[in-house]
């Protein structure tokens, strides 16, 4: 059974920074791609980054040059590093992982992100 555990989430103030943790069991991470939404309170869950198994990066265009994704396979764990937050990152955050083959997704939990003002 694959499971994904979030973690690190938290208060910040604007300005501040946050990493996130995605710890992934049952299954081996290098064979994923790996995914960060946000959902914000009423609205839609969005995309956030991405990071392939080969190791390159996309970004959404409102946390770019902000945010970093990476990996550590040895470790089975994914990592969204935050920085210069804003109050409109505000939402819960998921890491999800899809195979790029076949296509099969699964996805944590979520933490909470609350920047404050």
């Known amino acids: 059974q694959v499971q994904l555990v979030e973690s690190g989430g938290g208060l910040v103030q604007s300005g501040g920074s946050l990493s996130l943790s995605c710890a992934v069991s049952?299954?081996?991470?290098?064979?994923?791609?790996v995914n960060w939404y946000r959902q914000a309170p009423g609205k839609q869950r969005e995309w956030v980054a991405q990071i392939s198994n080969g190791g390159n990066t996309v970004y959404v265009a409102s946390v770019k040059g902000r945010f970093t994704i990476s990996r550590d396979n040895a470790k089975n764990a994914a990592y969204l590093q935050m920085n210069s937050l804003k109050p409109e990152d505000t939402a819960v955050y998921s890491c999800?992982?899809?195979?790029?083959?076949?296509?099969?997704?699964?996805w944590g939990q979520g933490t909470q992100v609350t920047v404050s003002t």
């Open positions: 049952g299954s081996a991470l290098r064979d994923y791609t």
């Open positions: 999800n992982i899809q195979h790029p083959k076949y296509g099969y997704a699964y």
